[in-house]
């Protein structure tokens, strides 16, 4: 399957693409779409104001470094960052919202949390995507291990390239910042491994999984 022209990543946090759908990432740039990226935290208020702001330089690395290898341009639509994990993003449900409807019409597909992430800022950008983008783009959930207590449905698989998977490795263990509190999905062979797992269920090298979440629309 071809897959749409215009693709949007939506996440909470800044290495929340990478580490939900590094490897879809990867192949809109090879396939020459149209990329964009929207985050809404550093982690703020998790980490401290230095480690906050290298965990959003090491975003901004990760998309110069994947637009150079395929020759692609993604779009940082990210603004202001959010505190995370305190209930910032219950309070500010609004402005979120607000960054996906002025989006909404510039994109088909869009990738975000998957609605059963047991993260609290997870949940509500997944919340505000489902509301913002239900009748504009095809929405879909990603693949979080780590938060998933077995309510994850695996509905839309994705395969991926060499490079791809390779580059999602590259991406995640790129996080310096997010190597604290013996986190083990901030491991590129974790993600490697998963890749393996989900490939083997479509008869590819290897794969993405991903949730339906939203319509699909096809146009």
Known sequence: MTLPRRVLFVGAHCDDVELFAGG??????EERCEVGVLVFSDHRGVLEGALAAQSREEMRSNLAWLSEQTGTRIVDHSGAMLAACDGSFVARRAEIYGAMERLRDGYDLVVTH?????NQDHQQVAAEAQRALK???TVLGGEFPNNDLGTFRATYYVALSPFAIDAKARMIEAYASQRRDGRPYVDGAVARALAKVRGSQIRSEAAEAFEIVGR????
């Open 24 to 29: 879809l990432l990867a192949r809109a740039c």
């Open 114 to 118: 998957a609605p059963s992430d047991t």
């Open 135 to 137: 009748a504009h783009a």
């Open 216 to 219: 699909v629309i096809a146009r």
